[in-house]
């Protein structure tokens, strides 16, 4: 009687922890030794008619080395010999009754005890960024930092945190954030409106003007040319450190004309708001806060700031038809012989209104900028040349060009309508350079303007996603 007890006792052991070895094995990565699955522990576990003493009661022999594997594989190999000599003491010694108990006692024991199941790993929640019809579809997404709504969520508080400067006094005007300089109401850009920087002018923490006009953070996760109004910005650059959005926050926190700080402080204040640890241990599985982690969820935001719902993307998904002026201004827009824009802002088949190239576009004869695309470059092609923006949302994106010198959108068509200067480093598509502009008619100036207006993505600028927590 205690052998059939002992033989179903050991059947429903080694069935049980076989599974857990098996799962065990496949949350550790590693297969079972080949012990295991030999014929001699088949034919042991299997095998009870048999008469001879090594496999008449050999249903521990299994049970005993699944259990080792199951609890700590890593000492199973030790423990093999130690093993081999108990076995031959339990076969020839103890009777079947005590066999059978010491078994019982044994799963009562590992039932009692089992250790819990290993924490699942760490896992964010993939974030999948909605392309607008007809947009690019080749990302400007680094492999090591993969679009995840947790990060992006960090991101926004990070992008909207006043004292990423490393500043924990009271003083406003000592605090700097990236949205201190990009405000959503102003197409993520700095605005004429802003009122600690009047005119659109900006300058850093250590009182040093920045060097060139701030630019709009929209649509950037399309550009793969380079960020920056000359370019540096960019995969090929040899410098590691400036090759991608996470780099430019990096070189925003360091930059006397920005914030003028260090990672250590920035690091330092982050580590006093209590709201960061939860959302760190979120986007990055522990509360621990680093610079490059900090960089990665800012960079993470700002790829999701994607604008393609103004009235323009409408009329091309044929949601709504354009006015008469509009449809003008579109025409002219769109050809050279009118006011000829298209070459470096696209179009109907460009629908980010930029080529995200670079450009001398006649705004003056002579160049003394050491921060224009030849010093990116060394090319004398590129002297004078800047990375045409985006119009997008320009109605609301001044002051323009890449020093801020035009106030008003009017005066931008003044400029090129009338006002273009040839210079040696002029750009070939600047076909009106020769005659010194477009020279469009008022009421042809008014339709142009019209048609800049459908560029205005009125839900962009006001999407509680991208506003301040």
């Not at 960020?227 to 780099?247: A, V």
């Not at 002026?325 to 050809?335: C, H, V, Y």
């Not at 298209?342 to 088949?349: A, W």
Request: with cysteine; glycine share 6%; charged share 20%.
């Amino acid at each position: 009687m205690w052998a059939k007890i002992e033989k179903k006792l050991g059947t429903f052991l080694i069935c049980y922890f076989n599974v857990k070895k098996i799962g065990f094995a496949e949350r550790e990565g590693f297969e079972p030794p080949e012990a295991f699955t030999s014929t001699v522990f088949k034919t042991a576990a299997i095998d009870h008619s048999a008469t001879s003493p090594p496999q008449k009661y050999t249903y521990f022999i299994p049970f005993f080395f699944y259990t080792i594997f199951f609890y700590n594989y890593n000492i199973l190999i030790y423990l093999q010999v130690i093993c081999n000599c108990f076995i031959s003491f339990y076969m020839t010694t103890i009777t079947p009754i005590f066999r059978t108990l010491f078994l019982i006692i044994i799963a009562i024991l590992l039932f009692s005890c089992e250790p819990k199941p290993p924490k699942d790993s760490f896992k964010t929640t993939p974030y999948e960024l909605q392309i607008p019809k007809y947009f690019p579809t080749h990302l400007n997404i680094p492999t090591d930092n993969p679009l995840t709504v947790e990060g992006i969520e960090l991101g926004r508080h990070l992008f909207y945190e006043e004292r990423l400067c490393g500043y924990l006094g009271n003083d406003p005007d000592l605090m700097m954030g990236c949205a201190t300089c990009h405000l959503q109401s102003n197409n993520f850009s700095v605005g004429m409106n802003h009122p600690r920087f009047p005119n659109g002018k900006t300058f850093g923490l250590a009182g040093d003007s920045t060097p060139h006009n701030t630019m709009s953070l929209m649509n950037l996760v399309f550009n793969r040319e380079g960020y920056m109004w000359n370019g540096l910005i960019h995969e090929s650059n040899p410098n590691y450190t400036q090759r991608n959005l996470e780099d430019i926050v990096l070189m925003t926190i360091l930059a006397p004309h920005e914030m003028n700080s260090t990672p250590e402080k920035t690091v330092y204040a982050l580590k006093q708001n209590p709201k960061y640890p939860p959302l760190f241990i979120k986007a990055f599985g522990t509360e621990e806060i680093t610079i490059e982690r900090v960089q990665k969820a800012i960079a993470q935001f700002i790829r999701t700031l994607v604008s393609g719902n103004s009235k323009f993307d409408r009329y091309l998904r044929k949601e709504e038809k354009l006015s008469d002026a509009e449809m003008r201004g579109f025409i002219l827009f769109s050809t050279e012989e009118g006011a000829d824009c298209f070459h470096c802002h696209g179009g109907d088949g460009t629908p980010l209104f930029t080529t995200n190239l670079f450009y001398n576009n006649a705004l003056s004869t002579f160049h003394t900028d050491p921060h224009d695309r030849y010093a990116v470059t060394g090319n004398q092609f590129d002297i004078g040349a800047y990375r045409a923006p985006s119009l997008r949302n320009i109605m609301v994106s001044a002051p323009y060009m890449h020093d801020g010198r035009f106030k008003t959108i009017d005066e931008v068509l003044e400029f090129y309508n009338f006002g273009l200067q040839q210079s040696p480093h002029v750009h070939p598509l600047m076909h009106k350079v020769e005659q010194g502009g477009a020279y469009l008619t008022p009421p042809q100036i008014e339709d142009l303007k019209t048609f800049l207006n459908t560029l205005s993505d009125n839900e962009f600028l006001s999407n509680p996603k991208f506003a301040k927590p």
